[in-house]
């Protein structure tokens, strides 16, 4: 795969991602930021996976070699970076990968006012591809790459020191916001496997008063798909061993929460979004068109702006809520992952949650578990107050992203008739269909199938949504393989 914008930010393997590939990407960003009219301090943190400290010395290098500051905060959540960044007013790199394999990476930008969008990202794009055909005449950047574009120096650039600052103020924002030992006689498993989120959540619940179970503590970097868990059993047996009122847990870079409740069922994460929407009262939400349903069903929220997939579209639209006069305006993704668009005062301390427009883990978990105990509910009662819908997410894989394309480019133009022509007969017939993002087929018995290929890897998403969790997991296997077939008939025909 070549290196690109996905869902968020620039993505791919880690042997494309050369130290002179990721420097080039550094400077056009600080060129774009100073050119908004951004301080020339910007700050830089990553997460756990193996390729990520020679990516943030390469990003480090490329900061400085623009004369900007590098404030380093070391290996720490996205969103503990972006809330330091937004709260100073500077521009913020965040190296991760999220939940992909080790051997892919990535770099994400975030303005010094919220997250890069896609204008942003062709701007971006623009000014790397300038910088690159450059590389041959700029002595510069020559003496300092080799041949295969990574250091050839034989001391290669170090980091700063890491200054504690980011993680300090983000403690704050949650320790300040909710009630001082709000989940006291609360028994929390945290599944800590590579997250870079594994102790400041630990912190967190500790905090508040919780007994905090550490487990599976990896040195070795794990990705973990908090849309596609694939240890949902070994997370069951861990709550009923430990007695545990919650587990929970994030992906690598701690901007998507992973919640299982005291009976050891996962609790998927538009769902956990509308029980924080909830929590904060919110007037206006922003969410991908895959999200679940209830939302809608459940009649809490007087507007409900539905999105392509991926957090710039959702930042997209919380912006124009807030634009639109909404006071308490807020986002969330499938992953769980939370964005919060406006100033939030807590109805329980009085302090007030600053914006934060970038996914976060930490408030939904937190939120979610405040409100089971200001309830006296557990999280799997809180969960039922919900309407009775369910979804489920699976993946296809390898699936190569531009036959995924051309599955959803057939629905398109075929409609109906195709849809029915590939569904119908495990799903009957076809109500509507919305390509707001790949293809989302709604069906007369009210189930819903949504198909996209991944943005990130040569993957091809499925998304379910029924009145039953069995029916879900039993719709995404009958999607799976339909589409397993048309992929290998396509695949079967003869090319001419």
């Keep these: 795969m070549a290196l690109g914008f996905g869902t968020s930010g620039v993505r791919g393997l880690v042997t494309e991602l050369t130290d002179l590939e990721c420097a080039l990407y550094a400077r056009a960003f600080v060129r774009y930021v100073r050119e908004r009219g951004a301080p020339a301090t910007v700050s830089l943190a990553g997460d756990f996976r193996s390729s990520t400290p020679r990516i943030l010395r390469a990003v480090a290098w490329g900061i400085a070699h623009e004369g900007a500051t590098v404030d380093y905060g070391g290996f720490i959540p996205t969103p503990t970076l972006a809330f330091h960044a937004f709260e100073h007013g500077r521009a913020s790199i965040m190296v991760t990968g999220s939940h992909i394999p080790d051997d892919r990476n990535g770099i994400k930008f975030n303005l010094p006012w919220g997250e890069v969008l896609k204008a942003d990202e062709a701007e971006l794009s623009r000014r790397y591809a300038e910088l690159k055909a450059q590389v041959a005449t700029d002595e510069s950047v020559t003496g300092v790459f080799g041949a295969d574009g990574s250091f050839w120096l034989e001391a290669p650039p170090e980091l700063p020191t890491a200054n504690g600052e980011a993680e300090a103020a983000y403690l704050r924002r949650y320790l300040d916001f909710f009630p001082r030992l709000c989940l006291a006689g609360k028994r929390i498993a945290l599944y800590e496997h590579s997250s870079v989120a594994r102790d400041i959540l630990g912190q967190f619940l500790e905090g508040l008063g919780a007994k905090v179970v550490r487990l599976a503590r990896s040195e070795k970097f794990i990705p973990v798909d908090t849309e596609a868990v694939a240890n949902a059993d070994q997370l069951a047996e861990w709550v009923h061993a430990h007695r545990a009122d919650a587990l929970v847990s994030a992906d690598g870079d701690g901007d998507r929460p992973l919640l299982v409740d005291e009976r050891g069922a996962l609790v998927r994460g538009d769902v956990l979004g509308i029980l924080v929407a909830a929590y904060l009262r919110a007037d206006a939400i922003a969410t991908p068109v895959s999200c679940n349903t209830a939302l809608e069903k459940s009649g809490h929220f007087p507007c409900v702006q539905r999105t392509r ?74 969960v039922a107050t919900l309407p009775r819908r369910f979804t489920q997410s699976g993946l296809l894989r390898p699936f190569p992203t531009e036959r995924g394309r051309a599955l959803v480019t057939q629905f398109q133009a075929g409609g109906t008739a195709v849809a029915e022509r590939f569904f119908g007969g495990a799903f009957g017939a076809v109500q509507t269909l919305d390509f707001t993002d790949g293809a989302r087929i709604t069906f007369a018995s009210g189930d819903i199938v949504h198909v996209r290929p991944s943005g990130n890897a040569p993957e091809f998403r499925v998304y379910t949504e029924a009145a039953s969790p069995d029916a879900a997991a039993a719709n995404n296997a009958r999607a799976r393989a339909v589409l397993r077939e048309v992929a290998t008939e396509a695949a079967a025909e003869p090319t001419g």
Excluded: K, W
């Excluded at 634009?323 to 109805?347: K, P, Q, T």
């Excluded at 976060?360 to 937190?366: K, N, W």
């Design 309 to 382: 997939i991926g957090s710039p579209y959702v930042v997209e639209a919380m912006q124009a809520a807030v634009a639109d006069g909404c006071r308490r305006v807020v986002g969330y993704e499938a992953n769980g992952g939370f964005l919060l668009a406006s100033e939030i005062a807590s109805a329980a301390t009085g302090a007030r949650l600053r914006p934060l427009p970038t996914r976060d883990a930490a408030l939904p978990l937190l939120a979610c578990l405040h409100t089971a105990a200001q309830q006296a509910r557990t999280v799997s009662q809180l």
